[in-house]
């Protein structure tokens, strides 16, 4: 069981590497270093299955030769329009193993969006996951002219479906079997003939200011980031981790399934996105990278939870996270814990933090990891509390995903830690704006020079759009967006993301959006967390139909008033929200109001409830 006051714990095993230099040399490395040991398992029809490292490299030359079947050529693109599962991360490797380069499209996507990728990628061939992904590809494909062959991975419904495009994952892998035999040295020449500045993958940009662009990858870049994350947050065979963050976003893609190639983790899908709070559970992850949101519904169901506990074990709760918090303190100012304060911490834990622990099924974890959005520094010191370390990573696509991280020895709270090794950040001393140097940086935006040198100045910096500040130890902390500081009415400069935070930190609201910008006063647009207000209405008899009428429960408008005044005190007048309104819809990626990495399109939001912005000043004229 790890202890919170021993770093060193964490440190002592040290990943086992693999050699290669590009993604597909690191791939097989690993299959021939590895062979019988467990690599992925799924979950199929109830029951957890496992692949072998060696399975998983049947599959990839199967996928492989299928492909060159098809006369698939070094260099070309490939698509992959599913949710994140085995087979996409096994096409994935594929299409790298013939030397072509791979890109993502999230399933949430609409036809346009699946066109425009496609397009803007010159994919010729595409993989999807199912019928409803391949009605979206066959609408598409009649403006996409490079477009060869749609390779589908479930075939359900499709059995009696004819269309020469058309193909089955299945069949594919039973041309690949049949191709081996009449060219069986032909993948391997092509895997050596793969050079470490060619093309790899695309990672599409999640769209929050205009269009996405395709974020080039080189394999030297990403096998430079796998190398130096292993140093920061170490993992090695006896690890266990979960995949369920989209495969075409960045983190999920090198900080965790490229990760486990390099490290030997044991990598385990989700049954799905719904799923995600069972499986934990399920699987019990030594690691966990995932982003602010989930920690965040994670820790409003153990609220929810102890408000429904009985009340010996609300007293319980209450004294052991004091315990907690006390050893966290300790921890992260580098204090020493006395002998008493340990007792104390592991009867804490014997009599009700393992049991938070257990319930969200972070129990096994020796680390957890969180990026990708802002997080309230109150959270990590919630997670620290349990008597789990939890580090922060900042970045960006174009950065790799990786610019400066908290990790072991490391930790500051309310920073996002130093520079990843082997990388320079600094603050532009006119903007504050961060800047970002090193090799694990990306090639440039596909088809757009322009925009590649408007991100990237002469000397190689990467504007990332972020602000910060670097305090006298070294360690950086994130303010806000650059675009997104508001300045209002009376000159006053708002930095929304901090108080949007500690909203959020709320167990009934799920996403607050602040409005300032030329405005009186600080208003905010909030969405309740659905499960726990609901909880809340039925316990206090109060009547519903749906989630409209629930929003406008004038019980429901005071519970999250009084949990804004709370947040209020926080801050100073002119930062506090003084009016706000409850949406009576959820955002979705589908409906535009979110990216597919749930991540708020600030300037979509503020331009689709425009009339109730409006009408909250107007009340108060």
């Keep these: 069981m790890t202890n919170l006051w021993n770093v060193k714990e964490y440190t002592a095993n040290a990943s086992i590497k693999v050699a290669g230099d590009t993604i597909p040399a690191l791939f097989w490395n690993a299959v021939n270093k590895r062979g019988s040991k467990t690599w992925l398992r799924e979950k199929k029809f109830g029951i957890w299955r496992g692949w072998t490292w060696n399975d998983a490299a049947r599959v990839v030359r199967e996928i492989g030769n299928g492909l060159l079947a098809i006369g698939f050529e070094p260099h070309v693109r490939s698509s992959i329009l599913a949710n994140t599962r085995v087979e996409w991360l096994l096409a994935d490797l594929a299409v790298l193993s013939c030397g072509g380069a791979s890109n993502g499209i999230y399933p949430t996507d609409s036809i346009d969006q699946v066109h425009y990728l496609c397009e803007d990628s010159s994919t010729e061939i595409l993989f999807v996951e199912d019928e409803e992904q391949l009605d ?108 369920f963050l989209p495969l075409c976003h960045i983190a999920e893609r090198i900080g965790g399934a490229y990760a486990s190639i390099y490290n030997g983790a044991i990598l385990s899908f989700v049954e ?63 204090r020493p814990i006395g002998l008493s304060l340990k007792v104390r911490f592991t009867l804490a834990r014997w009599l009700s933090l393992d049991n938070v622990r257990k319930m969200i099924g972070i129990h096994r974890a020796r680390y957890l990891v969180t990026s990708a959005a802002p997080i309230s520094p109150n959270l990590i010191r919630w997670y620290y509390a349990l008597g789990i370390p939890m580090f922060e990573a900042w970045g960006q696509t174009e950065s790799g995903g990786m610019g400066t991280t908290t990790s072991p020895g490391r930790i500051k709270l309310g920073t996002v830690g130093k520079p990843f090794p082997g990388s320079e950040v600094r603050c532009d001393p006119a903007t504050g704006e961060l800047l970002i140097r090193g090799p694990g940086l990306f090639a440039g935006y596909l088809n757009q020079p322009e925009k590649t040198a408007e991100t990237v100045d002469q000397d190689g910096w990467l504007h990332t759009g972020d602000v910060g500040k670097q305090d006298e130890d070294g360690y950086f902390r994130i303010t806000d967006r650059l675009k997104d500081i508001m300045i209002t009415a009376g000159g006053k400069n708002i930095t929304p993301s901090e108080i949007e935070n500690e909203l959020k930190f ?4 799920t996403d607050a959006v602040l409005v300032a910008e030329k405005r009186r006063f600080v208003t905010a647009i909030i969405m309740i967390e659905q499960e726990n207000v609901e909880k809340y209405a039925q316990d206090h008899d109060i009547p519903f139909s749906n989630y409209a009428s629930l929003t406008r429960a004038p019980e429901i408008q005071k519970l999250i008033q009084d949990e804004i005044d709370t947040v209020n005190k926080k801050f100073a007048r002119v930062e506090q929200v003084k009016k706000f309104f409850l949406l009576d819809t959820q955002l979705t990626a589908e409906d535009g109001e979110l990216t597919p990495t749930m991540k708020l399109k600030r300037k979509f939001v503020y331009e689709k409830y425009v009339g109730q912005i409006d009408a909250m000043y107007a009340e108060a004229a």
Excluded at 150 to 166: A, N, S, W
Excluded at 282 to 311: C, D, G, H, M, N
Excluded at 312 to 327: D, H, N, P, S
Excluded at 506 to 509: E, L, M, Q, R, T
Aim: proline share 5%; glycine share 8%; hydrophobic share 40%.
């Design 506 to 509: 709320s167990p009934y609201i």
């Design 136 to 243: 979206k590809a066959l609408e598409a494909r009649k403006r996409l002219p490079l477009l060869r062959k749609i390779i589908v991975f479930d075939m359900k419904g499709l059995r009696e479906f004819d269309d020469p495009m058309v193909l089955g994952f299945d069949k594919l892998c039973e041309m690949g079997r049949q191709y081996e035999v009449s060219h069986p040295q032909e993948l391997q020449q092509r895997i050596d003939g793969i050079k470490s500045d060619d093309l790899g993958i695309l990672v599409y940009t999640s769209g929050t200011t205009g269009r996405a662009k395709g974020v080039m990858f080189k394999h030297s870049g990403m096998i430079h980031t796998l190398r130096h994350s292993a140093v920061l947050l170490p993992q090695d065979e006896s690890d266990e981790r979960m995949c």
């Design 272 to 334: 799905n996105p719904a799923t995600v709070p069972e499986n934990v559970r399920e699987i019990a992850p030594t690691t966990l990278l995932t982003v602010p949101r989930i920690w965040e519904k994670f820790y409003s169901a153990v609220q929810i939870a102890l408000k429904e506990s009985t009340t010996l074990q609300q007293k319980l709760y209450g004294w052991a996270i004091g315990v907690g918090e006390e050893v966290a303190d300790c921890f992260l100012a580098g």
